[in-house]
């Protein structure tokens, strides 16, 4: 299937490893000239290195961390133009909710909403005006089915998730499209953090497995293609199967 996307550009954030990485690589693939921003330089330029290979070009890259106001100014003078904003960053610490600090909450909600949120802001209106734009935020599992110990991610990216429900609605008639990605059980260096937490949690996909990150990123391809117009607000779990509600 051609998704149409070919010539496109795009602003991946978390994109040195894991899913943002996947979704970057996913996106070159389909012929869009993506930028890769995350916070270590080193990082950045390897796996720019690695996506020259794949995809033909070496990515541009912007070495900026968003949980600082400082990151956050050097990601926004850059977001004005792409037709493709995929955000995400590092998940919150795992931690018990009577364990978490004023600094934890305050470092979770700049890194894991407003980021997001601010981002969102500054490229949607250029988006509006070329009548093209596809918006991905990587949220998490936890939006759907909460998970001891993971509080903090929770809350943030439902924040973010609530944020996304109305705002989704008011650019859909401009092909601009924002849906959220809720990631479980890819097997990633997050996941491998989360240790016993992951572990217990991959023994429960009905799938059997964990999940590979070029799964996780061919679905954001596809949200970000224009095939995908006609989805829009949208909580799209990647998760094997692990969360078990109907709806
Ligand atoms: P990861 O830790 O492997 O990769 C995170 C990426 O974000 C890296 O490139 C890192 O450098 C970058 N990053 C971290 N903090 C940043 C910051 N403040 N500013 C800029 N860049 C930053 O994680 P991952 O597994 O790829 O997960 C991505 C997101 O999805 C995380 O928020 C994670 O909590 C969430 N998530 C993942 C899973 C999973 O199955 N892997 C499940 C639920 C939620």
Redesign the pocket.
């Known amino acids: 299937m051609d998704l149409g996307i070919a010539g496109r550009t795009a602003l991946v ?9 996947a979704c970057a690589v996913a996106l070159a693939q389909e012929g869009v000239r993506v930028t890769l ?4 330089r080193a ?1 950045l330029e390897s796996a720019a290195r690695r996506i020259e290979t794949e995809g033909g070009y070496r990515p541009d890259i912007i070495a ?4 600082t106001h400082e ?1 956050l100014t050097m990601a926004l003078a850059n977001a004005d133009t792409p037709d493709i904003l995929v955000t ?4 919150p610490p795992a931690k018990h909710f009577r364990e978490l600090s004023p600094a934890d909450w305050d470092s979770a909600i700049r ?2 909403f407003l980021a997001s949120v601010e981002l969102i802001r500054s490229c949607v209106d250029g988006m509006i005006g070329r009548g093209f734009g596809r918006i991905v935020n ?1 949220t ?3 939006v759907r089915m909460p998970v001891e110990g993971l509080d903090l ?1 929770t809350a943030t990216r439902l924040a973010l998730t609530g944020y996304v429900a109305g705002v989704s609605r008011q650019t859909a008639k401009h092909n601009v499209t924002i849906n959220n990605l809720l ?4 097997l ?4 491998k ?1 989360l240790g016993e937490t992951a572990n217990r949690l991959i023994a429960m996909v009905p799938a059997g497995r964990g ?1 590979l990150p070029e799964e996780f990123g061919a679905a954001c391809a596809f949200l970000c293609s224009t095939r995908a117009s006609y989805i829009t607000g949208q909580n799209l779990l990647v998760d094997g199967g692990l969360c078990p509600f109907t709806v």
């Open positions: 954030c978390g994109a040195s490893q894991g899913l943002g990485y921003l995350s916070r270590r990082a900026c961390d968003l949980a990151g995400n960053a590092g998940g890194t894991n990587i998490s599992l936890t991610s990631p479980g059980t890819v990633t260096e997050r996941i953090e999940g």
